[in-house]
């Protein structure tokens, strides 16, 4: 069965640093690209990042390019998003997404970030 | 960047009524590459179709997806108390891979 589980999410001022994990299970971790999504209070879904299985295409939305990271550890099955200057709109459920063929296929729960002072 | 419009913003339908969900892009998308997800309150969203017309394992067959180029939709034949949610749409043809704002169906 495959399980993306999320944690990391945490109260964090804003111009703060927070880094998201994604424990990864249930299938070969290193075959499949994988994303970020996030969902602010009350609103839709907005995508964020995408990373291949070998690392080597990183795409990022223009609201967090410059500011957010996305990584993997294959040996670890486990998907990164490294966050810096945090903004209030920042405040969100990030979910971490496998990328099957040619869509999302699988999401985890999500974490919940909240920027504020 | 691809803008998804999805219309309408929210449908309200009785139990057994036919539900139809539109999807619109700011430019040609390679339909292979266009899905549909749903999401309930307090749930993450769940695939429902990819590929624009290929329904996701296990969703049931009163879900279907058509369109091409600019125009997709998505049908619920006869709507079941559990399909009231949000729909979203997304392209994955070209970065940034975006979502539509979605499109609520409640009860009337």
């Known amino acids: 069965e495959v399980q993306l589980v999320e944690s990391g999410g945490d109260l964090v001022q804003p111009g703060g640093s927070l880094r998201l994990s994604c424990a990864a299970s249930g299938f070969t971790f290193s075959v499949y690209g994988m994303n970020w999504v996030r969902q602010a209070p009350g609103k839709g879904l907005e995508w964020l990042s995408y990373i291949s299985g070998g690392s080597s295409t990183i795409y990022y939305a223009d609201s967090v390019k410059g500011r957010f990271t996305i990584s993997r550890d294959n040996a670890k099955s486990s998907l990164y998003l490294q966050m810096y200057s945090l903004r209030d709109e920042d405040t969100a459920v990030y979910y971490c997404?496998?990328?099957?063929?040619?869509?999302?296929?699988?999401w985890g729960q999500g974490t919940l970030v909240t920027v504020s002072s | 960047e691809i803008v998804l419009t999805q219309s309408p913003g929210t449908l309200s339908l009785s139990p057994g009524e036919r539900g139809t969900l539109s999807c619109r892009a700011s430019q040609s998308v390679d339909s292979s590459y266009l899905a549909w997800y749903q999401q309930k309150p307090g749930q993450a969203p769940r695939l429902l179709v990819y590929g624009a017309s290929s329904r996701a394992t296990g969703i049931p067959d009163r879900f279907s997806g058509s369109g091409s180029g600019t125009d997709f939709t998505l049908t619920i034949s006869r709507l079941e108390p559990e399909d009231f949610a949000v729909y979203y749409c997304q392209q994955y043809d070209r970065s940034p891979f975006t979502f539509g704002p979605g499109t609520k169906v409640h009860i009337k």
């Open positions: 997404a496998r990328y099957g063929d040619r869509q999302i296929d699988y």
